[in-house]
C-alpha cells in the first residue's frame, strides 16, 4: 500500500492516511486503497470497530487538488469521481474518526462519513472548496447542514472559514476534544469498548441512530422499537441480561 497504513490490534482496525508529502490529500488511488483494505475487513467477525487517523500535523487537507485540477466535466462525471466514497460511508463496522491538525474540504467529509470523531485540541475543520471556485463534492453539503444546521453549514461552506476543535464541539461534529497526544489512546479505547459489545446490537444501533436523519420521529421510533424487539431473538441478549443479574462479564459472540 502506498497511501495507507494498516494496523490490527484485537478487534480493532487503525487505518493511518500517509499522504504526508501533500498533508494526506486524499487521491484516487488512496481511495482505492482504503476500499480494498476495510472491505474484507468489513464483513470480518472478529473486527468490531475501524479507527482512522492521519498524523499530527494533519488529518487530510481535502481531495487531491493536484490531481483534479485538470480534468473537464466529461471526465468527473464518467470516472463518477470520488463516488466510491459512499462505499466507504456505508460499512457497517464503527467507524471512529481520530483527529489531529487540518481536516478540511474532502478531509471534513470523511470526518463526517465516520460514528464517533475525536479531535485533538489542535484539529481544524472546514470546507474551504468555495476557494478553488468549486463546493464540496463528497457529500460535505448534505452531511455538514445535518450535523451542525443550516446556518453554520452557509457559513462554513460560503465563506471558507475553518472551526477549532472546540467550535466543532459546540457545532456538532465533533463527538469529544481532548488534548492531542491523547487522541489516539481515546480512540483506541472507546474503539475497543465498542468492539467488545454484541456486534449485532452495535450495528443495529448504528442503523437506528442514522434512520433518524431519514425518518419521522414516528417512523423512527417505530423502526428502533422493532430492532429491540428483534434483538430479543439473539443470544447475545440472553448473554448480557444474565450476565448483569448475575453480576458477571458478558461475553458476547455476535450470535
Ligand atoms: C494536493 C495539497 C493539498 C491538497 C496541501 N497540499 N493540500 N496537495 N491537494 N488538498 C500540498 C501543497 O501543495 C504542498 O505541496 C504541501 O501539500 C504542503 O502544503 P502547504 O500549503 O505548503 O502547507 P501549509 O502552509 O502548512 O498549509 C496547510 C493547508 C493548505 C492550510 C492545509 O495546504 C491548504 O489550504 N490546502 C488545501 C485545502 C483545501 O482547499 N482543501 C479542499 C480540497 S478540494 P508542495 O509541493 O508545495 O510542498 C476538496 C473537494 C472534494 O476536498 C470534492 C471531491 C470530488
Known amino acids: 500500500m502506498n497511501t495507507l497504513k494498516l494496523e490490527r490490534q484485537g478487534r480493532v482496525v487503525t487505518v493511518r492516511l500517509h499522504r504526508p508529502h501533500v498533508l494526506n490529500a486524499l487521491s484516487a488511488e488512496l481511495l482505492a486503497e482504503l476500499l480494498d483494505a476495510l472491505r474484507p475487513l468489513d464483513t470480518d467477525p472478529d473486527v468490531g470497530?475501524?479507527?482512522?487517523?492521519?498524523?499530527?500535523?494533519?488529518?487530510?487537507?481535502?481531495?487531491?487538488?493536484?490531481?483534479?485540477?485538470?480534468?473537464?466535466?466529461?471526465?468527473?462525471?464518467?470516472?463518477?469521481?470520488?463516488?466510491?466514497?459512499?462505499?466507504?460511508?456505508?460499512?457497517?463496522?464503527?467507524?471512529?474518526?481520530?483527529?489531529?491538525?487540518?481536516?478540511?474540504?474532502?478531509?471534513?467529509?470523511?470526518?463526517?462519513?465516520?460514528?464517533?470523531?475525536?479531535?485533538?485540541?489542535?484539529?481544524?475543520?472546514?470546507?474551504?472548496?468555495?476557494?478553488?471556485?468549486?463546493?464540496?463534492?463528497?457529500?460535505?453539503?448534505?452531511?455538514?447542514?445535518?450535523?451542525?444546521?443550516?446556518?453554520?453549514?452557509?457559513?462554513?461552506?460560503?465563506?471558507?472559514?475553518?472551526?477549532?476543535?472546540?467550535?466543532?464541539?459546540?457545532?456538532?461534529?465533533?463527538?469529544?476534544?481532548v488534548p492531542d497526544d491523547r487522541i489516539t489512546t481515546e480512540a483506541e479505547q472507546a474503539a475497543e469498548a465498542i468492539a467488545s459489545y454484541s456486534r449485532t446490537a452495535v450495528t443495529a444501533a448504528r442503523e437506528c441512530v442514522d434512520r433518524a436523519e431519514n425518518s419521522s420521529l414516528s417512523e423512527g421510533v417505530l423502526f428502533e422499537r422493532r430492532v429491540f424487539h428483534a434483538l430479543f431473538a439473539t443470544e447475545d441478549q440472553k448473554e448480557g441480561m444474565s450476565a448483569f443479574l448475575e453480576k458477571r462479564e458478558p461475553r458476547f459472540t455476535g450470535r
Open 49 to 177: 470497530a475501524f479507527v482512522v487517523t492521519g498524523s499530527e500535523k494533519v488529518f487530510a487537507a481535502g481531495a487531491d487538488i493536484k490531481e483534479m485540477a485538470g480534468k473537464s466535466a466529461v471526465d468527473m462525471a464518467h470516472e463518477d469521481y470520488f463516488s466510491g466514497w459512499e462505499e466507504f460511508a456505508a460499512f457497517r463496522t464503527p467507524k471512529i474518526a481520530a483527529v489531529s491538525g487540518y481536516a478540511l474540504g474532502g478531509g471534513c467529509e470523511l470526518v463526517m462519513m465516520c460514528d464517533l470523531v475525536i479531535a485533538g485540541e489542535s484539529a481544524v475543520f472546514g470546507q474551504p472548496e468555495i476557494k478553488l471556485g468549486v463546493i464540496p463534492g463528497i457529500g460535505g453539503t448534505q452531511r455538514l447542514t445535518r450535523l451542525v444546521g443550516r446556518a453554520k453549514a452557509m457559513d462554513l461552506i460560503l465563506t471558507g472559514r475553518t472551526m477549532n476543535a472546540r467550535e466543532a464541539e459546540r457545532a456538532g461534529l465533533v463527538s469529544r476534544v
